[in-house]
Each structure stands twice: as C-alpha cells, then as structure tokens.
Nanobody, 115 residues
Framework: QVQVVESGGGLVQPGGSLRLSCTVS????????MSWHRQAPGKERELVAG???????SYADSVKGRFTISRDAAKNTAYLQMNSLLPEDTAVYYC?????????WGQGTQVTVSS
C-alpha cells in the first residue's frame, strides 16, 4: 500500500521560512514527477512547484524566487523550501507523486503565515 507523508508545516510570521518534506513509500517504482500543491480556504487547489526527474523544475508565478523544490535522487522524497513567506501563502500544502497514470496524494500539512 502506497503511503504519502508530509511534514514541516506550522505557524510562521510574515517573512519567515519553512521547509516541507514528503516521503512516498510502498512503491518499488521511482516516481517520475513529484510536486507540491496548496489549497486555501474557499479556493481551488493549485500547483505550487513540480520537479521532473532530478532537475527539471517549475513554479507558480506567485512563488518564483521564494520557493525551491528539490528531491532526493535515491528516494521518493521531495522537499519544498519556502522563504519570504506571505500571509497569502497560508494554505494546506499537499504532496503528489506520479508515474505513468498512477498518482499518489498526501493528506496535507497546514501552513499558516500570520503575525
């Protein structure tokens, strides 16, 4: 059974930083794509950042220059380093891993940016 576990969320002041981690276990395949998504109250879930393989990265315009996605080359583990956080970054952050037509989602971790 595949499990996706996120960690690292919490409460941080504007301008602060957080690092989210995601581990996908229970699959023998190395996931082709890992990505982070977020959903704020009353809004649609949106893609924040994605990484294909080990190096092809993409970001939502709203987080470019502030967030960095990375992954462990040997494991199905991904990270999201979030700097210069803004109140509008407040949301539940979800990790997604995929290979072919298979996708796996985590339960989400809350990030709250507030003074």
């Amino acid at each position: 059974q595949v499990q996706v576990v996120e960690s690292g969320g919490g409460l941080v002041q504007p301008g602060g930083s957080l690092r989210l981690s995601c581990t996908v276990s229970g699959t023998r395949f190395r996931l082709a794509v890992m990505s982070w998504h977020r959903q704020a109250p009353g809004k649609e879930r949106e893609l924040v950042a994605g990484i294909i393989g080990d190096s092809k990265r993409s970001y939502a315009d709203s987080v470019k220059g502030r967030f960095t996605i990375s992954r462990d080359a040997a494991k199905n583990t991904a990270y999201l380093q979030m700097n210069s956080l803004l109140p509008e970054d407040t949301a539940v952050y979800y990790c997604r891993g995929s290979i072919g037509t298979n996708e796996f989602w985590g339960q989400g971790t809350q990030v709250t940016v507030s003074s």
